[in-house]
């Protein structure tokens, strides 16, 4: 595609002295002319203008007030110009130069010259222009790899969790679930979007720590013992210690040198939120949860909105032990029980934000329906997919 140089000047004498001597040059540039700054100015904007050559004195808009408004627009400020200009107008150089004209020719203009400065701005354009594209080509690499990390993470994410969920149920949507409302809710608290971000995928997390608790206790259809139900409770626990501690997990146990206060000695925030949550999302307001006991603000704020989310999907889903209950009877149990097992800011949040989780809750039928049948548990689920459908 030949070159496009636009030639701005108020004396038609000028613009037909450039073209007669390109002309006769026989220069293959597509040429533009024009007698007034602010057509140019509405030109460059739209058209491809590879060089802009403008006179400094013309009525209405100056040569330097064009190139002052081209500079300050990104579509424009890599269109080179060149000022030219009369004799005798000291320190003018310097000021266009300054304000970003790449050249300035003196009048009368020679053609010699004329040609030799088009031809060095052409160049610095081509220049330019590659480094934009080669830029434009990086940042488009830069976007596919963080999205292709972020998939990655969100499916690995997402598979750990099911580990877990998988030896008491065998769908693994439960926690996918979680990690959607715990979004939702956190949303509706207006917590920052990194924030919710990273609570989508470490709520998912939140019983990571029954993969290390036994079958004898975890899959035991009857009522547990008193000894069963302390060791079902160190699933809290042993999820802060695979999620917070870089030692084994059953030693964290053991040892008792840990006390278990917020992870924040864990740099992946993630991972430290997600410790958090495993550890916390059974503690209650009032004080009267596991595994420590603590109450209110002592608990993390991810915690917190976790407890709620788990228990109302607890609530809605099918147990061996009980049926689905109904949105109205999971609603009812989940408001009465605000300021006793439930912090009331994050239930007021949570019923704010119920239109949204019901609407998730719904799709996420939807969406395990088109599950082919006879495909076991929740081997059909693609997360991606789920994330893309903004389930998850
Ligand atoms: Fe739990």
Not at 41 to 56: A, G
Not at 147 to 164: D, F, G
């Amino acid at each position: 595609m030949s070159k496009r140089i636009l030639f701005v000047d108020d004396e038609v004498s000028v613009l037909k002295a450039y073209k007669r001597v390109l002309q006769h040059r026989g220069c293959q540039w597509d040429l533009v002319f024009c007698e007034r700054a602010t057509e140019v100015w509405e030109r460059v904007q739209t058209e491809s203008i590879d060089v802009v050559v403008s006179d400094v004195d013309m009525p209405g808009m100056t040569g330097l007030d064009l190139l002052e408004k081209m500079q300050g627009e990104p579509v424009t400020r890599d269109i080179p110009f060149i000022i030219v200009t009369g004799r005798g107008e000291t320190g003018l150089k310097s000021r266009a130069l300054d304000m970003g004209a790449v050249d300035l020719l003196l009048k009368p203009v020679d053609s010699n010259e004329l040609m030799a400065r088009v031809y060095s701005a052409l160049r610095l354009k081509q220049y330019s222009d590659e480094l934009k594209a080669q830029k434009e080509s990086l940042d488009q690499q830069v976007r596919r790899r963080t999205q292709e990390l972020a998939n990655s993470r969100l499916e690995i994410v997402w598979r750990l969790a099911k580990a877990a969920e998988c030896r008491d149920d065998d769908t693994g949507t439960h926690v996918l679930r979680v990690g959607t409302y715990s979004r939702l809710v956190a949303e509706a608290m207006g917590l920052g979007s990194q924030h919710c971000e990273t609570l989508l995928l470490a709520a998912t997390l939140h019983d990571i720590g029954k993969i290390g608790i036994p079958d004898a206790v975890l899959r035991k259809p009857g009522k547990l013992s008193d000894h069963e139900w302390h060791t079902m409770q160190q699933h809290c626990e042993i999820g802060w210690c695979i999620l917070a501690e870089s030692g084994p997990a059953p030693m964290c146990l053991t040892t008792g040198i840990y006390d278990w206060s917020p992870a924040d000695q864990v740099r992946n925030p993630l991972l430290r939120m997600g410790a958090d949550i495993a550890l916390s999302h059974h503690e209650r307001w009032d004080g009267m949860g596991y595994p420590h006991g603590l109450s209110q603000d002592q608990i993390p704020v991810p915690a917190r909105i976790v407890a709620i989310t788990d228990v109302y999907d607890a609530l809605r889903s099918e147990r061996p032990y009980k049926a689905a209950y109904t949105v109205d009877h999971s609603l009812q149990i989940i408001k009465r029980s605000g300021g006793t097992h439930f912090d009331p800011d994050v239930l007021l949040a949570f019923l704010s934000a119920f239109d949204d989780i019901q609407e998730a809750e719904f799709e996420y039928s939807q969406y395990l329906s088109q599950v082919p049948a006879g495909a076991t548990g929740s081997a059909e689920l693609d997360p991606v997919q789920l994330h893309t459908a903004n389930l998850l």
